[in-house]
């Protein structure tokens, strides 16, 4: 196995147990393919463990922790896949959804496996793990023989960082068209072969659960509604007006088929620029009890950061202007390189221009089944918080 070797004092961060090696941290970058197993070895001969290597990537290295590993062979898979299935059989008791698998949080860097029911829908981020897609497709089905079919949706934006195509479609089996689970009470319907991500947003499956038992007798708005999981659980516990507004005419389409199918009256769904649709709402003097804010990442690369932090000004500062005392504001931001200190900041800046005191009454993150490596703060992204207008 080809070793490669860190630069001198390019050592804390691997040894404090991060799993991504940089380009620019390595003596040198040899010509060996990409997805070729490679140890990891400091400058004075200190092994820091086997990982998939893309000399293309910025991310050349990403560790598969300090683990002997020699093949990653159907066993491989297989054993790391038991022990992800594992810790969600303890965590998601009960859950036909979930997330199986979350990239390196479960030691498989670059790959993710969301469970719904008795179907899986994979997503392989890295040129190594794509590589070994079949490999992982044969130990899903020795670890979970119940599945009767697997999709692939590579259509993520962060494949192009490594120089893969986008792909989708069955890898296993048969899947339908159609069907459907349910979400603590809300009846769901799924179609793996569209939409974005891997099916649905597991990642705010129990955030949406909260605000649902809060919404009772209330006017709500959600924003960035997309499949109307808010806007839905809102009506179910008997909010008296819903209104869930999304840009994507396609989205919208599965939220009024998700309404129908729990046989939901209070809710209405609006296509329309949520910043647009936001404003008219603040000319008009239009008032809600409830504003929910569940955009998408408005900063891929610390680059955006500046003009993700005044996108999300933007919707909070039209979100509070909607809100009487007593409102309640319900915000959030998957953009990893927005940290919590800086939404936060940004939040408070929005209401002392606006004059308004805010109480924090729900902090929350990612769900247990998305965990977060304490030694790689890359795994932590979801910020959601709801505070009450005082």
Not at 240 to 247: K, N
Not at 364 to 378: A, F, K, R, V, Y
């Amino acid at each position: 196995m080809h070793e490669l070797y860190l630069r001198a004092g390019h050592e804390t961060r691997i040894r404090s147990g991060h799993l991504w090696v940089f380009s620019n941290e390595l003596q040198s970058i040899p010509r060996l393919p990409p997805g070729s197993l490679v140890r990891v070895v400091s400058a004075e001969g200190e092994s820091f463990g086997v990982g998939l290597y893309n000399p293309h990537s910025l991310i050349c290295v990403r560790l598969l922790g300090t683990d002997e590993v020699t093949d990653l062979d159907v066993p491989f898979f297989a054993e790391r896949l038991r022990h992800a299935l594992q810790l969600r059989e303890r965590i998601c008791k009960g859950e036909s959804m979930y997330r199986l698998v979350h990239g390196e949080s479960d030691l498989l860097p670059g790959l993710v496996i969301d469970r719904y029911g008795n179907y899986c829908a994979v997503q392989t981020l890295s040129t190594g793990m794509d590589q070994r897609l079949p490999i992982i497709v044969e130990a899903l089905r020795h670890v979970l023989p119940e599945i009767e079919g697997i999709v692939e949706k590579n259509h993520s934006h962060l494949r192009q960082l490594e120089q893969l195509p986008q792909r989708q479609g069955i890898l296993y089996g048969q899947v339908p068209e159609r069907f459907v689970l349910e979400e603590f009470g809300l009846r769901v319907e799924l179609r793996l072969m569209e939409g974005q991500k891997t099916g649905a947003y597991l990642d705010q499956r129990y955030h949406r659960a909260v605000v649902g038992r809060m919404a009772s007798g209330l006017r709500v708005l959600d924003c960035f509604t997309y499949h109307g999981g808010f806007a839905l659980h809102a009506a179910l516990h008997g909010a008296r007006e819903v209104v869930g507004v999304d840009s994507s005419a396609s989205a919208l389409e599965a939220a009024r088929r998700n309404a129908e199918l729990n046989q939901l009256q209070a809710v209405q769904f609006v296509e329309a620029d949520v910043f647009t649709f936001l404003g008219e709402q603040v000319a008009e003097g239009k008032q809600w009890d409830m504003v929910i804010l569940d955009p998408p990442a408005f900063a891929k690369s610390r680059r955006h950061v500046p003009a993700a932090k005044r996108g999300y000004g933007e919707i909070n500062r039209l979100a509070l202007l909607l809100l009487p005392p007593g409102g309640y504001l319900v915000t959030s931001s998957c953009s990893h390189h927005v940290f919590e200190a800086v939404f936060l900041e940004v939040i408070f800046a929005e209401a002392t221009r606006l004059k308004r005191r805010l109480r924090l009454l729900y902090r929350g993150t990612q769900p247990s089944d998305h965990p977060i490596l304490l030694n790689m703060p890359e795994t932590q992204y979801l910020k959601f918080f709801i505070f009450q207008v005082l």
